[in-house]
């Protein structure tokens, strides 16, 4: 009796190997996407927070109606959109603030909106 693997075996052996290699691949892949997106919504949150503040201290003026712009050299690829309007409660204000990465009809944006007080 000869000693070793029958072909079936290693076949199976390469079937079972192929299989785990290519799941480990796309767990990779999805680790990656998570990554970035997570570094995304941190970063969009800091910049919309830091916006915002500068609006609701007065720092910057924003009248009723639609501006954009990015957020410089510092953050590139980073632009916002943002929207005053007014609303039915007296002295306040409707504020929305879009951040986007990856320009437009890009996945990874988000949207906060805040309620400002007129002084």
Aim: aromatic share 10%; glycine share 10%; hydrophobic share 40%.
């Amino acid at each position: 009796m000869t000693k070793g693997f029958t072909l079936m075996e290693v076949l199976i052996a390469l079937v079972i190997l192929s299989v785990t290699f290519l799941w480990l691949l796309s767990a990779q892949s999805q680790g990656i996407d998570m990554a970035m997106r997570s570094k995304f919504l941190t970063t969009s949150t800091m910049l919309a927070q830091e916006r915002i503040s500068q609006v609701v201290s007065g720092v910057l003026s924003v009248s009723v109606g639609q501006d954009q712009g990015d957020f410089g050299a510092d953050y590139p690829g980073y632009t916002y959109k943002e929207t005053m309007e007014t609303t039915p409660l007296a002295g306040y204000r409707k504020y929305s603030l879009t951040v986007r990465w990856g320009g437009e009809g890009s996945p990874l944006e988000s949207t906060i909106i805040a309620f400002i007080s007129e002084k």
